[in-house]
């Protein structure tokens, strides 16, 4: 047996091992979303009336200003078909690389392969010819308040960059080459940060961003010590908020009793989805 056949022997060990763990994994993630408690609709995203508004204003600037809506239907029509069309032509040819590509910069698309592989970059230019339909759809609205207009742009942007292709496995070749070169264990990492943290916050998406092991006994006393011959009152202070933290430290969390569920959600004062 050569070398090579053993080392891919071993990958095909190491890979079917990664995907039982994926299986395992996508268990406690069930298990763990269904955990999850209901969290009142203030703290959510916005209702069904700023949806009903937003159609009825477009349904009315359809009725009142046909030409605009036509216009823009025909622009995300031109620049889509046209892009397919550019796209069939190129493999037509026998060459296996993208169309030209007109979209914007984007730092979600740095990897290579966005521009040069014929799939990923169709994919990623369909989507922003979409996205940029969608927000001038949405930017071009009448008949709505300041508020209003801004809650739906905002809202409108979160749902436009959620269905990135850079955000699904199988439309990233940045996440899919990574997926092979480690034999499925990055894909294993990832999952389990996910359910990690689900498990930890009882189902809610609350991604923690730091590592909640990092300040360690003795390095808090080394850093209050170091902070004594700065400052014995900047020392006072940092002793207080390790040992006893509180949300009033950060200026940018408040407190709000639920009364339903007596517990005291944390919510951040500048994205309050009721002021959005």
Same mark, same amino acid.
């Given at each position: 047996?050569?070398?090579?056949?053993?080392?891919?022997?071993?990958?095909?060990?190491?890979?079917?091992?990664?995907?039982?763990?994926?299986?395992?994994?996508?268990?406690?993630?069930?298990?763990?979303?269904?955990?999850?408690?209901?969290?009142?609709?203030?703290?959510?995203?916005?209702?069904?009336?700023?949806?009903?508004?937003?159609?009825?204003?477009?349904?009315?600037?359809?009725?009142?200003?046909?030409?605009?809506?036509?216009?823009?239907?025909?622009?995300?029509?031109?620049?889509?078909?046209?892009?397919?069309? /550019? $796209?069939?032509?190129?493999?037509?040819?026998?060459? !296996?690389?993208?169309? +030209?590509?007109? %979209? *914007? =910069?984007? &730092?979600?698309?740095?990897?290579?392969?966005?521009?040069?592989?014929?799939?990923?970059?169709?994919?990623?230019?369909?989507?922003?010819?979409?996205?940029?339909?969608?927000?001038?759809?949405?930017?071009?609205?009448?008949?709505?308040?300041?508020?209003?207009?801004?809650?739906?742009?905002?809202?409108?942007?979160?749902?436009?960059?959620?269905?990135?292709?850079?955000?699904?496995?199988?439309?990233?070749?940045?996440?899919?080459?990574?997926?092979?070169?480690?034999?499925?264990?990055?894909?294993?990492?990832?999952?389990?940060?996910?359910?990690?943290?689900? /498990? $930890?916050?009882?189902?809610?998406?609350?991604?923690? !961003?730091?590592?909640? +092991?990092?300040? %360690? *006994? =003795?390095? &808090?006393?080394?850093?209050?010590?170091?902070?004594?011959?700065?400052?014995?009152?900047?020392?006072?202070?940092?002793?207080?908020?390790?040992?006893?933290?509180?949300?009033?430290?950060?200026?940018?969390?408040?407190?709000?009793?639920?009364?339903?569920?007596?517990?005291?959600?944390?919510?951040?004062?500048?994205?309050?989805?009721?002021?959005?």
């Amino acid at each position: 047996m050569t070398t090579n056949e053993i080392d891919a022997g071993q990958n095909l060990e190491e890979l079917n091992s990664n995907l039982a763990k994926i299986e395992d994994l996508s268990q406690r993630l069930v298990a763990a979303m269904s955990h999850k408690r209901q969290v009142r609709p203030s703290l959510q995203g916005p209702g069904q009336d700023l949806y009903m508004k937003a159609a009825a204003a477009y349904m009315a600037e359809m009725m009142a200003n046909p030409a605009k809506i036509i216009e823009h239907q025909v622009s995300y029509w031109g620049k889509s078909l046209k892009h397919y069309v /550019e $796209a069939q032509q190129a493999l037509a040819s026998g060459k !296996l690389e993208a169309p +030209e590509d007109h %979209t *914007p =910069t984007d &730092k979600r698309f740095a990897n290579e392969l966005w521009q040069t592989h014929p799939f990923f970059n169709f994919m990623k230019q369909q989507y922003m010819l979409n996205a940029e339909a969608v927000q001038e759809a949405v930017s071009d609205l009448e008949g709505l308040d300041s508020d209003e207009k801004r809650r739906i742009e905002y809202f409108s942007r979160q749902i436009v960059d959620m269905f990135s292709p850079t955000n699904f496995l199988g439309t990233n070749p940045e996440a899919l080459t990574r997926a092979v070169e480690t034999n499925g264990q990055s894909l294993v990492d990832g999952l389990e940060n996910l359910v990690r943290d689900l /498990e $930890a916050a009882d189902g809610e998406m609350l991604v923690n !961003l730091a590592d909640k +092991e990092a300040f %360690t *006994p =003795t390095l &808090k006393a080394s850093l209050s010590a170091r902070l004594t011959s700065i400052s014995p009152s900047a020392a006072s202070r940092s002793r207080t908020r390790f040992s006893s933290p509180s949300t009033s430290d950060c200026p940018f969390v408040s407190t709000a009793r639920d009364s339903a569920s007596g517990l005291v959600p944390r919510k951040f004062v500048g994205l309050n989805m009721s002021t959005i």
